[in-house]
């Protein structure tokens, strides 16, 4: 051991001397069989390096050198023989460490910033992928390292973390450079100028096969690298192309290349049949649409047992050169257009052409009203016998009127005239008054009467329409109203009386048209009238009274909304006295006559309407209501008789069972779950309302 010690010294000694030659000279290296400490010792003289060794470092190297190698190599050529003996120098405060190489990494420094250091020394550096994923290419790299050194990924700024020689990082960070680039998994736009987008990508998954085309939701077990994903963007007719190999992106493109070719005619003509919207409308909001004119509003829907005017007219598209046109009798369109312009509006018919939703409209009107009234007053005459030449005096009181049933004279002409109430008078016989005839005698008259009338209306139209189609109930009376009476006379001798009389609904009505949003908020243009005949012996006509509301509200789905009313309450006295007279306490009473009336109306409007999307709801309404009108008629039954027959009220058929419907209760049924939530209420539920 000491013989080679010294060997190494002497090698040193001969081949660098201080001060013999310049530090840059160049040398030549020789150290055969030479340990490890005493290599170490020579070159750190001859590099001005301080090393610390492991004690596990042990073992003898050969750096033999045929020719001078320059001075600033000699490190380099250090560290090289130390790789091949497993072990590692680690720079750090201006000291080399001379360490295993598994353990090297965990003393290794950071590479330089703007680059990794050449030669044989142990690094650490840090590589942030911009395209490629750090975790895809881990599997690539692992094989190129050494297998003491490490490489991780860190996902949070995808970057990959690798401690190895700097030669070996410099290799690596080319292979990183050639691989992270953009284009792999890149979606490219292809547009087209003749062929429509979504035509020309049924086209693709027909041909290619299922190994290399994957749709949305259909993701085969295949290779990544051969799927290639394509999508139809109608608005720009383009096909949107996505694949991780690019030779699968180029070969799509050049299949759409030849498809996207102008066809031998200038238009074709396409046949659209529509599943729910209207042709003769969507026609026409197509034409505003395509030719940039808004226009009037779509006319309304043709009556039964016709067309709409200009359901068979065609109008220019626009500078295309298409038509549309609309079939009735199909409800179909016809649309002559290039295959660009046809993928436009096929677009646009596939959005308009949607099932509408449709609205259930319930309203509840509730009217109540009472009127009190009374009176009460004494009334009397003294006539004696008018027919005497004699002179008499004759005085009394009267009130109320002629007319008015309350009257004494009207009670002494006819008694009958009295109206109802308690009427209490005294007669002395008749008496004959000039001008009018024999009447009764009626001395004096009291009258008492109080009447109170109630009355309580609860009327809930309802009614089924579509979304943003207005919708209008009729419930009452046609009442004729005289317009107009003149008599004709001509040649003949009596005159021919002739009236004109228009007929005009009396009763409840209700237009509603509803627009549901997205959200299933309700927007509601609502008219409300109730109407009723209150005198038919008028004689300049009918009088009738009307409440009417006319409004827009914004209601939530299955909500109820007030839509306003009434609250009156009147209260009217009158009295009839003679002056002075009547103001004396208590014998006043035979001196006047008083009257009080009091009437109270309550009326309010409510309206609950619920949005219907699907058939399932459709049905519960319908058979809800079904059972409810088969529950009355069930009630309406005549009971038995003993004598007279019995004549059963015709009923309904039972209604068929719905298929969500559950299963009739079983024999024995469990008692009930207090702690499961409750139903929700019926369609018909209205919250209690207190007057």
């Not at 919207?277 to 009556?303: C, F, I, K, N, Y």
């Not at 009238?529 to 299955?558: F, H, P, W, Y």
């Amino acid at each position: 051991m000491m013989r080679r010690f010294a060997l190494a010294l002497l090698a040193a000694a001969c081949l660098y001397a201080p001060g013999a030659r310049p530090a840059d000279e160049p040398v030549t290296l020789n150290f055969v069989n030479a340990d490890i400490e005493s290599v170490a010792a020579a070159i750190g003289k001859m590099t001005n390096r301080n090393f610390l060794i492991d004690p596990r470092v042990k073992g003898t190297v050969n750096i033999v050198s045929a020719r001078p190698v320059p001075a600033a190599a000699v490190y380099g050529i250090f560290l090289s023989a130390l790789r091949l003996q497993g072990f590692a120098a680690v720079e750090s405060g201006g000291v080399t460490k001379i360490l295993l190489e598994a353990d090297a990494k965990l003393h290794a420094g950071t590479a330089p910033a703007r680059g990794v250091a050449g030669g044989d020394r142990l690094q650490t550096q840090v590589y942030t992928l911009k395209y490629t994923s750090a975790n895809q290419l881990m599997p690539v790299l692992r094989p190129i390292i050494s297998p003491n050194n490490t490489i991780a990924a860190f996902a949070g700024n995808n970057s990959l973390v690798i401690t190895d020689y700097g030669e070996n990082l410099r290799r690596i960070e080319r292979i990183i450079e050639a691989i992270d680039r953009p284009g792999g998994g890149e979606a490219v736009v292809l547009p087209l100028h003749y062929a429509a987008a979504a035509d020309v990508v049924q086209t693709l998954n027909r041909v290619l096969s299922d190994s290399v085309i994957a749709t949305a939701g259909q993701a085969g077990a295949v290779d990544p690298s051969t799927r290639v994903y394509l999508a139809a963007d109608a608005r720009t007719n383009s096909i949107v192309v996505r694949s991780e190999n690019p030779a699968r992106v180029a070969h799509v493109q050049a299949l759409v290349g030849q498809l996207d070719v102008q066809t031998g005619t200038a238009a074709n003509v396409h046949v659209v049949y529509l599943k729910n919207a209207e042709a003769v409308r969507l026609a026409q909001t197509l034409r505003g649409v395509l030719s940039g004119d808004a226009g009037p509003a779509p006319a309304p829907a043709a009556p039964l047992g016709g067309a709409p005017a200009g359901a068979g007219q065609a109008a220019p598209a626009g500078q295309g050169g298409g038509m549309v046109q609309a079939d009735p009798a199909s409800n179909a369109l016809l649309v002559s257009a290039p295959d660009a312009m046809f993928a436009h509006i096929k677009a646009i018919i596939d959005k308009l052409d949607v099932r509408r939703a449709q609205v259930y409209v319930e309203a509840l009107i509730v009217e109540i009203t009472a009127d009190k009234a009374a009176e009460f007053g004494i009334q009397w005459q003294s006539l004696g016998d008018l027919s005497s030449t004699q002179s008499r005096v004759i005085g009394g009181t009267n009130f109320g009127g002629t007319g008015s049933g309350a009257n004494i004279i009207d009670a002494a002409v006819n008694l009958g005239a009295l109206g109802p109430g308690l009427n209490i008078g005294v007669v002395k016989g008749q008496v004959t008054i000039p001008g009018i005839g024999t009447v009764t005698n009626l001395s004096a008259l009291a009258r008492a009467l109080e009447t109170d009338a109630n009355a309580n209306i609860l009327s809930t139209p309802n009614l089924l329409t579509l979304d943003n189609e207005e919708a209008r109930i009729v419930i009452g009376q046609n009442v004729p109203f005289i317009t107009g009476q003149y008599a004709q006379t001509g040649s003949a001798t009596t005159a021919t009386p002739f009236q004109t009389i228009e007929r005009r609904d009396v009763g409840l009505t209700l237009r509603v048209k509803p627009q549901v949003s997205e959200g299933g908020t309700v927007r509601l243009q609502i008219f409300q009238e109730i109407s009723s005949v209150a005198d038919q012996t008028n004689a300049a006509g009918v009088i009738t009274k009307k409440r009417a509301i006319e409004s827009t509200v914004l209601v939530d789905d299955g909500q109820i909304v007030a839509l306003g009313g009434l609250m009156q309450d009147s209260v009217s006295t009158g009295m009839e006295k003679v002056p002075l007279l009547g103001d004396i306490p208590l014998l006043g009473l035979l001196f006047r006559y008083e009257t009080r009336k009091q009437s109270k109306t309550n009326l309010m409007v409510f309206l609950r309407p619920v949005v219907l999307r699907d058939s399932a709801s459709y049905g519960s309404v319908t058979a809800g209501r079904y059972k409810e009108l088969l529950g009355e008629q069930e009630k309406s039954q005549m009971p038995s008789h003993p004598v007279l027959p019995d004549y059963p009220a015709p009923l309904l058929p039972p209604p068929p069972v719905q298929p969500d419907e559950p299963a009739p209760p079983p024999a024995n049924p469990a008692p009930p779950d207090q702690t499961a939530p409750k139903p929700p209420p019926p369609l018909s539920y209205w919250p209690a309302i207190v007057w």
